[in-house]
T-cell receptor
Framework: NAGVMQNPRHLVRRRGQEARLRCSPMKGHSHVYWYRQLPEEGLKFMVY????????ESGMPKERFSAEFPKEGPSILRIQQVVRGDSAAYFCASSPRGAEGTEAFFGQGTRLTVV | QQQVKQSPQSLIVQKGGISIINCAYE??????FPWYQQFPGKGPALLIA?????SEKKEGRFTISFNKSAKQFSLHIMDSQPGDSATYFC???????????FGTGTRLTVIP
C-alpha cells in the first residue's frame, strides 16, 4: 500500500510563473489536507478537501492560491504568479475520513524554490 | 499567532539519555495532541498521540505527559539513540476540526 505520493519533490520557478503541486492520497483515503512549512517553522494548515469539494480553505492566501481534488486524479495545489515568499515545503496529508486530525498520513513534500 | 508553543528549539542529548520536549497551548477546546517526527527531506510521521482524558501515554521508549490544568504536554524519549535524531513537532486539534495546529519544532541531536 503506497503512501501519500507528492510530485514533484523539488520545483524551481521564476517569479511570475505558475507552480502546480500534485498529491495522490493513500489508497482508500478520500480526504486531503495541504500544509505549508517555511524554514525553521512548523507546518501551517492551508486547505482541506474531499473529492470534488473544498471543505475548509481558511488557511489559504486569498490571492494566487487555489486547490482542487477532482473525482479522478490527484489533488492539485496551484500557485499563480509565484513570488519569493512562496518558497517553502508544501506537504499533503490524507486520511480515510474527516479525521479530526487523527490518522493523517503525510507525503514527503514538494520543495518549491522561487528564483 | 502561534496556537501551540514548543520548546526548546534545539536539543542535544547523549546516547542513552532522556530527551524532553515541551509544548503549551491556550485553546481549551483542543482535545487531540499528536507528536510528529520528521527526518530531513521527509514528511512528518505520526509518532504518538494523546487525548486529554488521560495524563500519560507510553509507547515503547516514547511517552507523552499531559497536564490539562496547566495546558501543557511533553514528549519524553527514554534511552535516546542516534537514530532518534530528527525534528519533532507537537500539534493540537479540536473535535470536528479539519486541521492540526503545529508547534515550531525541536531539532533533536543524539550524540553517540
Amino acid at each position: 500500500n503506497a503512501g501519500v505520493m507528492q510530485n514533484p519533490r523539488h520545483l524551481v520557478r521564476r517569479r511570475g510563473q505558475e507552480a502546480r503541486l500534485r498529491c495522490s492520497p493513500m489508497k482508500g483515503h478520500s480526504h486531503v489536507y495541504w500544509y505549508r512549512q517555511l524554514p525553521e517553522e512548523g507546518l501551517k494548515f492551508m486547505v482541506y478537501l474531499q473529492k470534488e469539494n473544498i471543505i475548509d480553505e481558511s488557511g489559504m492566501p486569498k490571492e494566487r492560491f487555489s486547490a482542487e481534488f477532482p473525482k479522478e486524479g490527484p489533488s492539485i495545489l496551484r500557485i499563480q504568479q509565484v513570488v519569493r515568499g512562496d518558497s517553502a515545503a508544501y506537504f499533503c496529508a490524507s486520511s480515510p475520513r474527516g479525521a479530526e486530525g487523527t490518522e493523517a498520513f503525510f507525503g514527503q513534500g514538494t520543495r518549491l524554490t522561487v528564483v | 499567532q502561534q496556537q501551540v508553543k514548543q520548546s526548546p528549539q534545539s536539543l542535544i542529548v547523549q546516547k542513552g539519555g532522556i530527551s524532553i520536549i515541551n509544548c503549551a497551548y491556550e485553546n481549551t477546546a483542543f482535545d487531540y495532541f499528536p507528536w510528529y517526527q520528521q527526518f530531513p527531506g521527509k514528511g512528518p510521521a505520526l509518532l504518538i498521540a494523546i487525548r486529554p482524558d488521560v495524563s500519560e501515554k507510553k509507547e515503547g521508549r516514547f511517552t507523552i505527559s499531559f497536564n490539562k490544568s496547566a495546558k501543557q504536554f511533553s514528549l519524553h524519549i527514554m534511552d535516546s539513540q542516534p537514530g532518534d535524531s530528527a525534528t519533532y513537532f507537537c500539534a493540537a486539534s479540536t473535535a470536528g476540526a479539519n486541521n492540526l495546529f503545529f508547534g515550531t519544532g525541536t531539532r533533536l541531536t543524539v550524540i553517540p
